[in-house]
């Protein structure tokens, strides 16, 4: 295995070229363990992806009960002119009787 140079630097590049084999093998044994127990491993940009798309679900399903909440219960004026003010940014929803 030594070929030239000092022998210490070929065992310690070898080494840890080893290292490195036996660090990525690990992770592949781990990731074959948690698929066999029925884990799934996410990336981490999935991951925020994901969570960014449950807030805006919840956000948008919470939306329309707070804002009903607003105009009935605590008759707040600027939440029932709202729908008129945003259909009467277009001309012709604004001609029709729709609420």
Known sequence: MQTSGNPDQI??????ERI????SEIGNLRTNL???????RFSRAF???AILF???VLF???LPPLLV???RWFHVVAV???PRDLFCKIDFMCRIYIP
């Open 11 to 16: 065992d310690d590049r070898s080494i840890r």
């Open 20 to 23: 490195h084999e036996l660090e």
């Open 34 to 40: 948690d698929a066999r127990k029925g884990y799934t």
């Open 47 to 49: 991951r925020w992806k």
């Open 54 to 56: 449950l807030l805006a």
């Open 60 to 62: 948008f399903s919470i």
């Open 69 to 71: 909440t607003l105009d």
């Open 80 to 82: 029932s002119d709202m």
